[in-house]
């Protein structure tokens, strides 16, 4: 059994920064690929970014390229979401997500790609 507990989140101010923090228990993810979702209020989930088991790759979502980077410290079994200049619109809760394998864009931002899901971390951005 694997548990994905997100930190990190909270109430920042257009234009700020946020980094998030996803840490993985039960057994190691070292051969996983692992990214973040969001659900913003009203709204479908949507795939934000992902990045591959030996950190070389990573995908993004166009809403976020160039202002948000992933990262992951596998000896830590932990992946973090760097969000910089941060926009309303990025209000949302961001849920953190492990796969054993992603080949395609398409399947990065498939939920159902994903075998394990955290309980999500809101992320409020005030105008």
């Known amino acids: 059994q694997v548990q994905l507990v997100e930190s990190g989140g909270g109430l920042v101010q257009a234009g700020g920064s946020l980094r998030l923090s996803c840490a993985a228990s039960?057994?190691?993810?070292?051969?996983?690929?692992m990214g973040w979702f969001r659900q913003a209020p009203g709204e479908e989930r949507e795939f934000v970014a992902v990045?591959?088991?030996?950190?070389?790759?990573?995908y993004y979502s166009d809403s976020v390229k160039g202002r948000f980077t992933i990262s992951r410290a596998n000896s830590k079994n932990t992946v973090y979401l760097q969000m910089n200049s941060l926009k309303p619109e990025d209000t949302a809760v961001y849920y953190c997500?492990?796969?054993?394998?992603?080949?395609?864009?398409?399947?990065?931002?498939?939920?159902?790609?994903?075998?394990?899901w955290g309980q999500g971390t809101q992320v409020t951005v005030s105008s």
């Open positions: 997500v492990a796969a054993g394998d992603i080949i395609t864009t398409a399947q990065a931002r498939a939920e159902q790609s994903y075998d394990y």
């Open positions: 039960g057994r190691t993810l070292r051969s996983n690929c």
């Open positions: 990045i591959s088991w030996s950190g070389a790759s990573s």
